[in-house]
DNA sequence: TTGAAAGCGATACCAG
DNA sequence: CTGGTATCGCTTTCAA
């Protein structure tokens, strides 16, 4: 089932198979078209994705590049780039950097080799270099990290205003010395989300609390609200960088004989099903993962090729760590 | 940079190139291969894995079907494939069938469209059709699922075994009253772990607690916790088909104010992280995913081909949500 | 041991 | 509007 057996039983060549299934580059008449439709259906001729790509086309596959699936932001961020991609009969080559940015540059190159259509990178890079793919013509959207030049695409949530309205939140409830379990300081991320929370701060006319630095991760929330639960002058709120670090630190607390909201508020960002699930229920600013994976995937598919730099919205999910009412149901 | 190139500055034929980097199929003497060698090395040719592909060789790439990334058991083991895959140079296919048979279709053959090298699938189906990898060549590794013929490869846990272990850990600690939240009764996987409760009750004498069925995911452990929780002749412990679903229950028993363990004894199957930072933690069945992983890798990697049924341990993690004391380290 | 050349399956230019 | 055919980069058979 070649392009060749179609021709045949189309009674035609096979560059004329090749315009009706590309519909193009050179026009084919309707009665020469149904006839090879007709022979494509009976053959059951499906065309070869690795011979195309060869010959210069497409391969109809996309990188996803992050540094950790198992971390459930990105696993839930897969989940529905593929479920995006998917109408479009796309599959995802998906890399895990591993957070090693050797790793990351590596694994670029690998997808870049296989022809990817394009690539979405969640760099663990402040700044990645994207010099390989833009001079190999591979689009590539970047997430949660501002495309350095307008030759790539980025989508990024609103780190500042998402981290401020966090803290703002907390605020209200009349919590007075608010810590702050940041990323790697390196990353814009944590600046970001640092710069949101000491705004906050700043504009109710409050002290900073605490600031500890952590990996995006459970083991370091855990680490970090150890220190800061043991620590003299405990705060009595705390905003974490993520959901990992999080729910390492609400495992702190509890350890610790911490009551969450009772002694410690807590509200994290982005907003996973870890959130919702997590006992207290974690209040949280939620991306909106279904929209950043759609315009990811938009920019990827456009064509002709276009580059834009999105920013997404996000809300607030108020649940019981930061002392609100947690519904019936948890989600 | 093709071969063309390195050819030329090595003074050969592009046959040779080709030999030297695959090791065959024909031996090259030793000065020549180091003059291409150095060629190589002075071009930074890079063979192009499309045309490759093409040629009848390998795409380096594997398919990873699952029913759902963003469960957390499906993400780490994705994780622990593309650790073991990337020292071989490898990248993952990763499908997402979204818990549909028919979609899990759809995606086995544009996985193999795409050439990949192999498939690890964990099908959301009892028996996945596999008549069209075995026509098209492409191995198969089953993840828990028994391979139905010896064509195709499989690697399954212990699930009999494995609750049977976990119930009786549940007895051991006094409980009397064991329920069991059973995943889709079609699944083998349901079945076995139903098996293994059912035996370890009957072999201490225990009537069987309730038994109630639910998807595999955090709301169906909620909404399952929430029937037993409140119905009449509460159970005093559960064992629940997967973490997905025990985390659901622990929210319906802290919401409606079941104390756990000292009210109901929880332990669970599979032993993601999930379990380990649940609050309170969770005892459970641990899957060795790296030895998952490793053992699917190996097989799809081995040449000439081989196929294996391998059954893979399990281990009890002990944690908090039975009664066993919780170290001061949660994980 | 080496080289020339025939594919692999599809694209797209150039004639017709 | 159609049909040859060169090309993509590599593998491998067949001869030398």
């Not at 599959?91 to 997808?111: Q, T």
């Not at 001079?135 to 990024?156: E, F, N, Y």
């Not at 390196?186 to 989300?193: E, F, G, N, W």
């Amino acid at each position: 089932m070649t392009r060749a057996d179609v021709a045949a039983a189309a009674g035609t060549s096979v560059a004329v198979v090749s315009y009706v299934v590309n519909n193009g580059p050179r026009p084919v008449s309707a009665a020469t078209r149904t006839r090879v439709l007709e022979a494509i259906e009976l053959t059951g001729y499906r065309p070869d994705v690795v011979a195309r790509a060869l010959a210069g086309g497409f391969t109809h596959t996309f990188g996803l590049l992050v540094p950790d699936v198992s971390n459930r932001f990105f696993a839930e961020l897969a989940h529905q780039v593929e479920e995006h991609v998917y109408a479009s009969g796309h599959l995802i080559l998906l890399a895990d950097s591993a957070d090693d940015p050797v790793r990351e540059r590596e694994l670029m190159n690998a997808l870049m080799e296989r022809r990817v259509d394009g690539i979405m990178l969640a760099s663990v890079d402040a700044d990645p270099d994207l010099s390989g793919a833009i001079a190999g013509g591979t689009p590539v959207v970047l997430l949660d990290r501002i495309a350095p030049s307008a030759l790539t695409s980025s989508v990024v949530p609103d780190n500042i205003g998402g981290a401020r309205a966090a803290t703002e939140h907390l605020i209200e409830h009349g919590r007075r010395r608010i810590g702050f379990i940041a990323g790697p300081a390196a990353l814009p991320t944590s600046q970001d989300r640092a710069a949101g929370w000491e705004s906050a701060l700043a504009a109710a006319g409050l002290e900073r609390g605490p600031l500890v630095e952590a990996p995006f991760s459970r083991a370091g929330g855990l680490e970090a609200g150890r220190r800061l639960l043991t620590g003299p002058d405990r705060p009595d709120a705390m905003f974490a960088s993520n959901d990992q670090q999080a729910v390492g630190l609400l495992r702190a607390a509890h350890d610790l004989g911490v009551r969450v909201p009772q002694d410690l508020g807590v509200i994290t960002f982005d907003g996973s099903q870890d959130a919702a699930f997590a006992i207290p229920s974690l209040s949280s600013v939620v991306q909106p993962l279904a929209e950043i994976a759609e315009h990811a995937v938009r920019l990827l598919l456009a064509r002709p090729h276009v580059t834009a730099r999105v920013t997404t919205g996000h809300t607030l999910a108020l649940r019981a760590s930061c002392g609100c009412p947690d519904g019936p149901t948890a989600p």
